[in-house]
């Protein structure tokens, strides 16, 4: 089963310009007015929540996460109009029709029953109110398929096998249906970011961050260095280091629902 792993903000935190592109593209397409309340569901650290104050003045903002590192982290950018509490999105509820925004970036991924939360995301909305979602489709990137691969062999996988499982996540099509279904009209789409990332194994850097977390976690520390190292290598033929960075293409997908009202 795939778990959400243990998260550092420090690891996360790096290359944070590049992960928070996707945020401000999905948060642009948004087109609200008159926002009061506002909530980030799975905040992480908080930087990027705390960019939605200027976007909305007049709103109050609540990020919400259920690591408690990551909302430790996110106190550094509370306000009277921002605030920060741990939770866990499978048992997250809002009073029905209360919310104007609902953004949830780079998280739904790690809930495999995700497309179930849908409902009651939707009802958490006033008429009118707009839902926004962003999550990673790489999961057959050479990234993620050397670290399946690897983690399936021993040594490691007797650790780590099971949780190096594929994310089976939704496309745009499948986000559509769902989101209709709840009455809401629905602009779904995805993209190829081509991130150049600076410094030495960059690609290594960037996926202890997020998505090799489960894997390395199982691993006993002395196994966890080697399998990082063998990792890297394969990591650094795949993704080369040129003279100006690394290239490291990652598809997202994005849905941004408005709720019929
Ligand atoms: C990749 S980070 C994204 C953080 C932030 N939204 C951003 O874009 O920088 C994923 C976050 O999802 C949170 N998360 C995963 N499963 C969750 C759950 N069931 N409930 C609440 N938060 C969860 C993790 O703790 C982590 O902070």
Redesign the pocket.
């Known amino acids: 089963m795939r778990t959400?792993p243990v998260?550092s903000p420090t690891q996360?935190g790096k290359f944070g310009d590049k992960?928070?592109r996707?945020?401000d593209d999905l948060v642009n397409r948004i087109e609200a007015d008159e926002v009061k309340r506002v909530v980030?569901?799975?905040?992480?650290?908080g930087?990027?929540?705390a960019t939605l104050l200027d976007r909305w003045p007049e709103a109050t903002i609540q990020g919400?996460?259920?690591?408690e590192p990551?909302i430790e982290a996110a106190g550094e950018y509370a306000t009277d109009r921002l605030s920060f509490v741990v939770?866990?999105?499978?048992e997250?509820t809002a009073e029905p029709g209360s919310l104007d925004v609902i953004v949830?970036?780079?998280?739904l991924q790690?809930?495999p029953e995700q497309l179930e939360l849908l409902p009651g995301f939707v009802r958490a909305l006033r008429p009118g109110g707009w839902l926004a979602i962003?999550i990673p489709g790489n999961g057959d990137a050479p990234s993620h398929a050397i670290l399946r691969e690897l983690a399936s062999t021993e040594p490691y996988a007797q650790y780590a096998a099971e949780k190096s499982l594929r994310p089976d996540v939704p496309g745009p099509a499948e986000y559509i249906e769902a989101l209709t279904a709840e009455g809401c009209v629905v602009d779904a789409w995805e993209t190829t970011y081509n991130h150049i990332l600076p410094g030495e194994n960059a690609v290594l850097e960037w996926v202890k961050g997020?998505g090799a977390r489960p894997v390395l976690q199982s691993l006993p520390d002395d196994l966890r260095t080697e399998f990082e190292a063998e990792y890297g290598a394969r990591l650094a033929a795949a993704y080369p280091q040129r003279s100006f960075g690394t290239v490291l293409p990652f598809r997202r997908i994005f849905a941004v629902a408005q709720k019929e009202g």
């Open positions: 959400s998260w996360y992960r928070g996707a945020f980030d569901l799975g905040c992480g650290p930087n990027l929540t919400i996460d259920s690591s990551m939770g866990d999105l499978l997250w949830s970036n780079a998280t790690w809930i962003q997020t």
